[in-house]
């Protein structure tokens, strides 16, 4: 058991490192585009710790990415805040919304939730559109380049510090997990009587679960702005928020690395997709509906699948039964 | 201190037009085991619903060590000592027997957020000493073997042991159960009740006992309350109540020979 997770842990070493190595022989467009990919991971990082473990559905997890790319870079743009310390603020008003809507939002369930979500959405929408002397409205916001210590960052030094964020998102989520606060989020989901009987607080938890998936959405927004180094308000409205949805049911729900594999896999989509783009929406969504029907838990069920199955062998071999 | 760990006044909880429970008052002392029987629809299920917080009373009052917690949200009366099973278990079916009762632990020393988030020392030890004490409780209800199993492809006599095991891992000072041995074979719901019986005794653990089982009852506790359409109708110890011709009329009915026996 302990050697298992140190070895994870240095696989996981070795995967970043890797990618960080990797980065520098990449083209430009790649860099770019494996920037939006761990962008995309840690968003759906977020999104399954509401939706996957909590069980609360949400149609607005787009929005929370928008809030935190308009908030750093506004805070960058009006107070001259460098961008290392705007991205965990904008994250940190996303966080500050996100407990503001999960407050009446942990009331409901089911298709409410997902009402009262895409109402949020909009209210976001409409919000970003009528301020247009703040946030540009729907033309867009020019996020201006970041720089360090007066040096402007390379495009390597974006991906470099996309792919930290992205691995400590991973790392924080499993370290979530696998604690307490994790296995709140999922008694919750399971039971909620059993739940309460054991002095869970059902409200509080659900609430929680609304705050950190919006941490993790609002420094992706943050990042998105910095990567893209523009702020377009149409990539935040329902067909992203769909999108997120279809990363997380695709990899596993419930699962951090679900969350990965998801949107990794799903973040290459667009660009196969790119002779089809008008029918990217409905490419997604006739993937999401496969998926749920077919692979409900997603493909990390493959993976589990596969490890059990080796699992019964050794034990076969052993001589021993499974429990 | 009152003595009396439990005290329920006049409660009544009613569904819409149903009286499911009407103006019940019951008194019990700490380490005492209680049994609460009566025929289906009687109520039992909703008096212990109706206790914990997860129905709404209409009327009435719960007092736990001479403190109000009626009204009090479910989780926090669960926090103020009161625990409970499920007739049906209510497994976290897909957490493993070892997360189930770790759930029941971890409350005692909760880790913040950040720290839980960081896996910083302070998390480390939280986890390791939380993953300590369900360890024990696996050991003692024979659940080592089933640790990493996800409840859900538990039999059920296990899912029952991991049900109490949980209960107890949030170290309640009144257990309510509500029918501990259904689905248990004679010889498990034997172990069930000597395991109940040595709970009560060697951690001052109260209960309040919902069974069916008639034999069962008779030698798991020490006084019996029996319920019809909602209300008390006899109250005493179990080998007196056997013989009430009131209750062997409401209750044991075609049970009655089989249980005087």
């Given amino acids: ?323 | 201190m009152t003595g009396e760990r439990l005290r329920i006044e006049r409660m009544s909880v009613r569904f819409g037009g149903v009286a499911a429970v009407r103006e019940l008052s019951l008194s019990i002392a700490p380490g005492e085991i209680r049994g609460l029987i009566g025929p289906n629809g009687a109520g039992k299920t909703t008096v212990i619903n109706a206790i914990t917080g997860e129905v709404p009373m209409t009327q009435g009052r719960v007092l736990l060590d001479g403190d109000v917690v009626s009204g009090l949200p479910a989780h926090v009366v669960s926090r103020r000592g009161i625990g409970r099973t499920f007739q049906h278990v209510e497994p976290f079916g897909e957490l493993s027997v070892l997360d189930n009762v770790l759930l029941g632990v971890g409350r005692h020393a909760p880790v913040p957020l950040f720290h839980a988030a960081f896996a910083t020392p302070l998390a480390r030890r939280g986890e390791a000493s939380a993953v300590r004490e369900a360890l024990g409780l696996l050991e003692r209800f024979d659940l080592v073997p089933y640790r990493d199993t996800p409840a859900a492809e538990l039999p059920f006599g296990v899912l029952k042991r991991m049900d109490l095991a949980r209960a107890l891992a949030a170290r309640p000072t009144i257990l309510l159960m509500d029918e501990p041995t259904s689905g248990m074979s004679e010889s498990e719901a034997d172990r069930a009740v000597a395991a109940a019986r040595a709970l009560a005794e060697s951690q001052n653990v109260t209960l309040l006992v919902i069974e069916h089982n008639m034999r069962v009852m008779m030698r798991l506790a020490h006084s019996v309350t029996v319920m019809q359409n909602g209300a008390v109708i006899a109250e005493g110890a179990p080998s007196v109540i056997q013989r009430d011709p009131a209750v062997i009329e409401a209750y044991l009915g075609e049970e009655a020979a089989d249980a005087v026996r």
């Fill in chain 1, 1 to 323: 058991m302990r050697a298992e997770a140190s070895r994870a842990t240095l696989l996981s070493l070795i995967g970043v490192a890797a990618l960080a190595a990797g980065g520098a022989f990449l083209g430009s467009y790649a860099v770019y585009l494996a920037s939006l990919a761990m962008i995309n991971v840690i968003s759906a990082v977020g999104l399954n710790l509401l939706t996957g473990n909590s069980g609360q559905i949400s149609l607005c997890h787009s929005s929370f990415m928008a809030i935190g790319a308009y908030a750093s870079t506004l805070l960058t743009v009006n107070f001259g805040v460098p961008f290392w310390l705007a991205i965990p603020l904008g994250g940190a008003v996303a966080v500050a919304i996100g407990a503001l809507l999960g407050a009446p939002a942990s009331r409901l369930q089911g298709i409410y939730l997902a009402l009262a979500t895409l109402g949020f959405l909009q209210i976001v929408q409409i919000v970003i559109e009528e301020l247009a002397s703040v946030t540009g409205g729907v033309r867009g916001l020019i996020v201006p380049k970041p720089a360090f210590a007066g040096a402007r960052v390379s495009e390597y030094g974006r991906y470099l510090i996309v792919l930290g964020a992205c691995a400590l998102a991973v790392w924080s989520a499993r370290n979530l997990m696998r604690s307490r606060v994790g296995r709140e989020l999922d008694a919750v989901r399971l039971s909620r009587p059993a739940a309460q009987a054991l002095g869970v607080a059902v409200g509080r938890v659900k609430l929680t679960a609304f705050a950190l998936s919006a941490a993790y959405a609002g420094v992706a927004g943050g990042l998105l702005a910095i990567v893209v180094g523009f702020i377009d308000p149409v990539e935040f409205g329902v067909s992203a928020a769909l999108r997120q949805i279809t990363f997380i049911v695709v990899g596993g729900m419930g699962s951090v690395a679900g969350s990965v594999v998801g949107a990794a896999v799903l973040s290459a989509l667009p660009e196969a997709l790119r002779p089809v783009k008008e029918y990217s929406d409905l490419i997604y969504t006739l993937i999401l509906l496969g998926f749920l029907i077919f692979l409900p838990r997603g493909l990390v069920t493959l993976w589990h699948a596969g490890a059990r199955r080796s699992r019964a062998r050794t034990f076969a071999a052993a001589g021993e039964g499974t429990p």
